[in-house]
T-cell receptor, first 111, second 115 residues
């Protein structure tokens, strides 16, 4: 059973567009919801994270929206740039701190 | 600070051969992890450690062993490599739970091919 479902698998947007990546989870015990960004040939790096006591968190051009009742959260990238082209992973974590990752979304931002 | 380092960066093995991947971190983190990344599968947890001398199984532990003899090092071993273990392996570390952050810091990865 897949504990976190991420969509879409790939996404192409024009520069300045607002790509949105979605994740859905099953277990209500999860209490930490990070997004990781990975460039080709590199390890993933934390981009932004949220806890379930807030519905939205913004850091620069990146925003997480969190819907606790629907068990969904999403990443929005405002004014996207070609340098944002990367693979994005959502993840969930419970009390033990182990991360369970989604399968990833490959984002391409065209100039 | 070098952060999390992994050696080697690339390796080609023949079926049945053994090897050890080394992960080192200089951030004094308690927790360390080994993941594998396969196309379309995301990152899957192989084994992890919550402190020196401890190890635990993750989601996909079969065919792998680990050791954490020193706090800064986490070794991943393949005793008899199989083509299904062809993957990119990532190590990560983080402070202990309650340490103020749940952020995992990843190394640059090891690309392993098993022929």
């Amino acid at each position: 059973q897949q504990q976190v479902k991420q969509s879409p698998q790939s996404l192409i947007v024009q520069k300045g567009g607002i790509p949105i990546i979605n994740c859905a989870y099953e277990n209500t015990a999860f209490d930490y919801f990070p997004w990781y960004q990975q460039f080709p040939g590199k390890g993933p790096a934390l981009l932004i994270a949220i806890r379930p006591d807030v519905s939205e968190k913004k850091e620069g051009r990146f925003t997480i929206s969190f819907n606790k009742s629907a068990k969904q959260f999403s990443l929005h990238i405002m004014d996207s740039q070609p340098g944002d082209s990367a693979t994005y992973f959502c993840a969930v974590s419970g009390s033990q701190g182990n991360l369970i990752f989604g399968k990833g979304t490959k984002l391409s931002v065209k100039p | 600070n070098a952060g999390v380092t992994q050696t080697p960066k690339f390796r080609v093995l023949k079926t049945g051969q053994s090897m050890t991947l080394l992960c080192a971190q200089d951030m004094n983190h308690e927790y360390m992890y080994w993941y594998r990344q396969d196309p379309g599968m995301g990152l899957r947890l192989i084994h992890y450690s919550v402190g020196e001398g401890t190890t635990a199984k993750g989601e996909v532990p079969d065919g792998y062993n680990v050791s954490r003899l020193k706090k800064q090092n986490f070794l991943l071993g393949l005793e008899s490599a199989a083509p299904s273990q062809t993957s990119v392996y990532f190590c990560a570390s983080r402070p202990e739970a309650g340490g103020g952050t749940d952020t995992q810091y990843f190394g640059p990865g090891t690309r392993l091919t098993v022929l």
